[in-house]
């Protein structure tokens, strides 16, 4: 796996004791004939890569690769010795092509708000979908009712970073985004997971 410009998650068990949640939730797809994955923010595809693996699952990821300053600056510290600086997006495909799944993977490089409607309008549904795109309070909550609406029966919502935080701003974090999200289809889920990530079940 290429540099990930020093961003972490599940993956490397960051919180500690996320990764085993993680892979006991994802291990359910073993029950579902050709799982169909969508991950919503890919960044440099490490999620993407693990989740494919062990399964016969195929994934469409949607990120538009425009990248936060905190993402910017630790491309330029990943590149500082390279003559030409690579992008996320560079990263992303060699990361893929490197982990043999490419040829399972549709990429839709746009914004999740237009690329979420396409997928409705073009009756596109999912067993597993990953939100971990914007982080804002409302782009996280439109992301969440729109994924809920390509969210297949029984299929499964994960939510990242459900405790994350921006010098607690309301507005740039995801948590009451989250929240309201939560409420208003509270007696179309049940909870398998609620800590650092949240992990629903689609119950109608």
Known sequence: MLNEYGMYGWVHDIPTGSKIIFQNVLSLLKRVNNPKILEIGTYVGTSIIEMLKNNNATATVIDCWQLSPLEQTNIKKYSNNKATIETAYDVFIKNIENANVKDRITIIRDDSCSALNNLLRNNEYFDFIYVDGSHKCLDTHYD?????????????????????????????????????????????????????????????
């Open 144 to 204: 969440l009712i729109l994924s809920w609406n390509v969210l297949k029966k029984n299929g499964i919502l994960a939510i990242d970073d459900y405790e994350w935080s921006v010098n607690d701003s309301i507005l740039e974090s995801p948590k009451i985004g989250i929240n309201h999200f939560l409420d208003k289809y509270k007696k179309e889920y049940v909870i398998l997971s609620k800590l650092y990530r949240i992990f629903l079940r689609k119950i109608v």
